[in-house]
């Protein structure tokens, strides 16, 4: 064999080798991902695997902080039009450059702050949430303390009321730079997802492809423009909700998508309406948008086949609350 030909088979195997290494990578991807779909009206879990290990879910830790903020408006009456400052220690505790171009001393409206949490996914705009709320928090209490320690226990209490069992948020943006490093699992962040689903205004948050949120910074406004990090966004009829990548989380969403209600006529010549919404959690996948809309397909003809038989529940596991 000459040397040219014995180069050239040496290429080709190490080729043939490279490209199995990668597919087995990317199976056991795959396979280590942790997903989730439930339907969030009766929250009968359809499709689920890994769906209770604890990992690292990066900033969908970010649906927590902006229902707890949207809680507090709501219960407090302060609404989310009020001006928030961006406090000094936000970029240090953000762990990165704010896409909005955030800077202490910035002022902003909640509503902006949480288009910025949501859709652009802006830790300083999730920090800076949090030291507000944290902040009147202690205050109303009474108590002394960090707001944003504050701010943190809130979020674990709604994960807790909403029948979390495996969550543990130290930061309001889900970075993995606080310790203990946060966690949860698919089916907490779906218990999550299916509460912020059922908030009109929480949905009015995550289903614009793109807007514009002004800042204010020494008396000027200045506005900034803002695109969803989610791509799937009008794919299948899907409006949200967030989108998470860090190095330890790996590439995570969570969708949802709404089909037309169903009519069905009653007896006594009424009519009831059944309304259908999917909610998809993919946690640690080297391709979440992909497999999340496969999911979406899967777990829509579950729902289907479930809803053909009568609704059967055949065991507790299978509803949301007990999984």
Known sequence: MSLFAFARLRFVRLLVLGLSMWCLT????????????????????????NANTKRQV???AKIATCMVTLDWAEASQVGVNVLA???DY???????????GLQPGDTMTLRDLIYSTMMGSDNVAAVTLGDF???????????SGHPMDEFVRQMNQLSLREGCKGTRFTNPHGLENSRPIPHSTA????????????????????????????????????????????????VDNIDGIK??????????????????SSII????????????????????SSNPFLEARGLLQQGWAAYDRWLAAGRPITSKKQMLADF
């Open 90 to 100: 936000a970029p240090a505790i953000a762990g990165a450059v704010s896409p909005m």
């Open 58 to 60: 990066g900033g969908l």
């Open 243 to 260: 989108t998470a990548n860090t190095e330890m989380s790996g590439g995570c969403c969570v969708i949802s998508a709404e089909r037309a």
């Open 187 to 234: 089916a907490d962040i779906a218990r999550l997802a299916v509460y912020a689903a059922s908030r009109p205004a929480m949905r009015f948050y995550t289903n614009q492809s793109s807007r514009e949120v002004t800042l204010y910074r020494a008396g000027q406004a200045i506005k900034v423009p803002i695109r969803n990090t989610n791509q799937l966004l009008g």
């Open 133 to 143: 709320v944290g902040r009147d928090h202690l205050a109303r209490l009474q108590r």
């Open 265 to 284: 006529p009653q007896a006594d010549n009424t009519n009831h309406i059944y309304r259908h919404r999917m909610i998809v959690v993919v946690l640690g």
């Open 85 to 87: 400052p961006v406090p």
């Open 26 to 49: 990317s199976l056991m991807a795959v396979a280590q991902s942790a997903v989730l779909v439930v339907d969030a009206f009766n929250r009968k879990v359809h499709v689920a695997g």
